[in-house]
């Protein structure tokens, strides 16, 4: 699509005309090890139906960049994320939304179309989100993406990975600021601050779009991970400790907007503002909040007087290094099932092409003992990469019986790269996206859970950038010492001694000046 068409798209006219449909909610719950989990989250929605007589599309607060996205980029649904960090199952317990690998992922899936329309409308759609996000996702291109196995025949699944994209400031206020129609100062996103994504643990922030029977929808959460040593103040902490927010000025746009805070049935008494009503189960209570016309900073909790019981995740994940150099190099992926019943995982990786795996020489172990890989794999399903291109693609169902513990290792070689291969931070070293667990869950088959694993670092040799330095200088020194020898031979006068002349040496000829100025004895 031409940019000015782009424009024409991003600028119809409409755009608060009518009642909002745009829902806002803060979610504040704890986590063992005296920390705090805080989810921010925006939906809006729109019919396609509403349009003028001029067939121009009303689309009052909906954002003017996901119907283009949505409309003209053949996009049937999309999920971004950027994190930064990662979610620790083993301390926090299992995570009750889909996690994403650290950096930028993208799930999509596009309407079926010719190859060169569908990767001219994905680059366009690529291009339109960096724009708007103040994210580097150019080097996203339909080269490196991958399209896994898919049940949908109307349309074509896209994922991509750039783990050197993490979460930042200008992201989130980037965000904000384009898809919310009141803006980043109003509302639930006033509270928020953008300087809280570097003080967190952990952060991602998760964008949605999905266009359904001509209805057009976009949610936006963002999700942190918070030490409460570092924000309690006299044993307490407030929405002002953990984002420097004092002000509130309510969204006259949002339909629904409130905070909810979820602490556990014994510390009920700690609650700093009374809610405006509560619900309680036999472990948790959860108190609501009202921010549709005013809400106080100083909702917060005094310290509680003993941890937090959380569940333990039913799946431990993740990814583990062995050996060093090509020779005995190898990296792994491990699942423990800690649960009495079995669990059937779908496994996506997403190999970059530097990384040149044997999968022939791959090895699967059930409580460390070597086991066949069709015992416990299934469905197995492998793209190779493409050399300076497409990553590898594999993908697999894990059979895990109850109280296991699986793991594959596959050894693999570090391809050549030239000083255009390697990230901007090549310093830092090359990393390895992770793995992606999906689940469906035991009451809910139609509910699929994400899980995805930690990254891995490898350190890969680095080209010497003082090379040309180093080859100037020693080249230079060389030519100077040679035009000085041959330019000394070539035009030094060279004359014939004879005994009258002084000597040579300057100490001797001083003495000979010297003693041919003495009167001499007759």
Same mark, same amino acid.
């Given at each position: ?10 600028? #119809? ?56 996205? /949505? ?76 399209? !896994? ?42 509270? #928020? ?61 949002? +339909? ?8 556990? /049935?014994?510390?009920?008494?700690? /609650?700093?503002?009374? &809610? ?32 937090? !019981?959380?569940?333990? &995740? ?33 496994? #996506? ?54 109280? +296991? ?31 992606? /667990? ?63 002349? !002084?000597?040579?040496? !300057? ?6 000046? #010297? ?8």
């Amino acid at each position: 699509m031409q940019f000015r068409q782009l424009a024409a798209v991003l600028t #119809l006219p409409g755009i608060l005309g009518g009642a909002s449909a745009l829902h806002e909610q803060l979610d504040i719950g704890y986590l063992t090890g005296n920390a705090l989990l805080v989810e921010a989250k925006w939906s809006v929605s729109r019919s396609l139906s509403h349009s003028n007589a001029d067939g121009i599309v009303s689309l009052q607060s909906f954002p003017h960049v996901i119907y283009a996205a /949505l409309n003209n980029f053949a996009v049937a649904d999309a999920r971004l994320s950027w994190t930064r960090g990662l979610w620790d199952a083993r301390k926090w317990g299992q995570a009750a939304f889909s996690t994403a690998s650290s950096g930028f992922q993208l799930s999509s899936h596009m309407r079926r179309k010719a190859e060169p329309e569908l990767q001219q409308d994905f680059e366009n759609f690529i291009a339109l989100m960096s724009a708007f996000s103040c994210s580097s996702l150019r080097k996203l291109d339909w080269s490196q993406v991958v399209f !896994p196995e898919d049940a949908r025949r109307d349309a074509v699944a896209v994922f991509g990975i750039l783990p050197h994209e993490p979460l930042c400031t200008e992201n989130f206020n980037a965000l904000l600021g384009t898809l919310l129609p009141s803006g980043r100062g109003t509302g639930l996103a006033g509270v #928020l601050s953008a300087e809280a994504v570097f003080r967190s643990v952990f952060c991602m922030c998760d964008l949605s779009m999905a266009l359904q029977d001509d209805t057009m929808s976009m949610h936006l959460a963002y999700r942190a991970v918070f030490d409460l040593q570092q924000y309690e103040r006299n044993g307490q902490w407030t929405l002002a400790s953990l984002f420097g927010a004092h002000a509130f000025t309510p969204n006259p746009l949002a +339909s629904a907007s409130r905070v909810s805070l979820t602490l556990p /049935l014994p510390e009920r008494d700690k /609650l700093l503002v009374a &809610p405006g009503s509560t619900a309680q189960d036999h472990q948790t209570m959860r108190a609501l909040y009202d921010a549709s016309a005013a809400l106080d900073a100083g909702i917060g909790v005094r310290r509680l007087a003993g941890p937090v !019981p959380v569940p333990p &995740p039913e799946l431990a994940v993740f990814r583990f290094q062995l050996g060093h150099g090509d020779q005995d190099g190898a990296f792994g992926l491990s699942i423990e099932n800690r649960t009495d019943r079995a669990q059937t995982v779908r496994v #996506l990786e997403v190999l970059p092409w530097y990384f040149r795996i044997h999968l022939h020489r791959a090895q699967m172990y059930c409580d460390a003992r070597a086991t066949p890989m069709h015992a416990i794999v299934s469905e197995f399903a492998y793209e190779p990469a493409v050399r300076r291109g497409r990553p590898a693609r594999l993908e697999s169902t894990w059979y895990i019986a109850p109280h +296991s513990t699986a793991h594959v290792v596959v050894p693999f070689e570090r391809e050549f790269l030239r000083s255009d291969d390697f990230p901007a931070d090549w310093d830092r070293g090359i990393e390895l996206p992770g793995a992606l /667990l999906r689940q469906d869950a035991p009451d809910s088959p139609a509910h699929t859970t994400t899980t995805t694993t930690n990254t891995l670092l490898f350190t890969w040799p680095l080209p010497d950038h003082t090379m040309p330095f180093n080859a100037v200088t020693m080249s230079a020194t060389l030519l100077a010492l040679f035009y000085g020898a041959f330019f000394n031979m070539s035009f030094r006068r060279w004359y014939l001694r004879i005994d009258s002349d !002084p000597p040579a040496n !300057p100490v001797r000829r001083l003495i000979w000046c #010297l003693a041919s100025r003495l009167p001499r004895r007759k």
